[in-house]
C-alpha cells in the first residue's frame, strides 16, 4: 500500500476514533489553555452530539482502500441475504454513514457496480487469479452515482417528504444530488435511480412510513406495495 493511502486510512481511523472516543476528548481537553476549558464547562450542558451506536467491525477497511487507490481486484467473502460467498470486486472508495463503513464497488459477479456492507465481509485479501481489473481511475466516490451508473438502465423516481422525512434522508449519503428542501421545511426526491437498487429504495421508504409518498416510478410503488403484504403476512 503506496504511502498516501496509508496517510488517508490513518488519518480517517484517527478522525473516526477521536468523535467517537471519549478518552480522546478529555486529552484534548486537557492540553487546552485553563480560558477555553472554562468556556467549555460553560457550554458542556447546552450542547449534545449523538451518533449511533454499532456493534459492527469492520476490520478490512486499509485493503479496500488499497484496492480504490492502486487500483487492485480485492477477494471477499461477504454475507448476504442467501448466505456468504465469495465475490470479487474492485473498490471506488471507502465512506462512513449512521456508524457503519461502505464500500463502493465493482462487482465481478454482477458485472455492475454495487455497495458493499464492509461489516459484512467475513473476509478479504488481495486477488491472486487473473481477474483483469477495470479502469476505474476516473471513478470516485464524488462522481460514482453518475459515472457509475451510465451503464446501467436508469429510471426517475420522485417522493414527497413530509419534515420528519427530510430530517431522515438528510443523513443518507445518496440523497445528497437528489434531496430539494421546501420553505416550509417538507422536501422532495428528484432523480434518476438504477433500477436495480428498487429493492433498497423500497425497503428505506417503508422505514419512513408515513413521512414518504412516492410518486414514481411505478414499479418502485409495486414493491413497496408488495413488501408491505409480505410484512403484514407475518402478522395474518
Known amino acids: 500500500m503506496n504511502s498516501y493511502a496509508e496517510f488517508i486510512y490513518d488519518q480517517t481511523k484517527r478522525w473516526a476514533e477521536v468523535t467517537e472516543s471519549s478518552a480522546a476528548l478529555n486529552k484534548f481537553y486537557y492540553y487546552m489553555p485553563s480560558d477555553v476549558r472554562d468556556r467549555i464547562d460553560q457550554m458542556k450542558n447546552r450542547f449534545d452530539l449523538v451518533t449511533p451506536t454499532r456493534q459492527m467491525e469492520s476490520p478490512f477497511l486499509k485493503i479496500l482502500l488499497e ?46 457496480f454495487r455497495v458493499f456492507r464492509c461489516d459484512r465481509m467475513h473476509a478479504a485479501q ?15 466516490l464524488g462522481n460514482r452515482e453518475t459515472v457509475g451508473h451510465m451503464e446501467q438502465a436508469m429510471i426517475p423516481m420522485s417522493a414527497y417528504l413530509t419534515k420528519e422525512g427530510v430530517t431522515a434522508c438528510e443523513s443518507e449519503v445518496w440523497s445528497f444530488s437528489k434531496l430539494r428542501i421546501h420553505e416550509n421545511g417538507t422536501g422532495s426526491l428528484n432523480g434518476a435511480i438504477p433500477k436495480s437498487d428498487i429493492p433498497f429504495y423500497a425497503k428505506f421508504f417503508i422505514g419512513l412510513g408515513n413521512d414518504v409518498k412516492v410518486e414514481q416510478p411505478q414499479e418502485l410503488i409495486e414493491t413497496i406495495k408488495r413488501m408491505l403484504h409480505e410484512i403484514l403476512a407475518n402478522y395474518g
Do not use: M
Open 126 to 140: 488481495i486477488d491472486t487469479s487473473e481477474t483483469e481489473p477495470v479502469d476505474l481511475r476516473d471513478i470516485h
Open 67 to 112: 484496492g480504490a487507490v492502486d487500483q487492485k481486484v480485492i477477494l471477499i467473502a461477504y454475507e448476504a441475504q442467501a448466505g456468504v460467498s465469495d465475490r470479487h470486486i474492485q473498490p471506488i472508495g471507502i465512506y462512513a454513514s449512521n456508524g457503519l463503513w461502505y464500500c463502493p464497488a465493482y462487482c465481478f459477479l454482477r458485472k455492475d
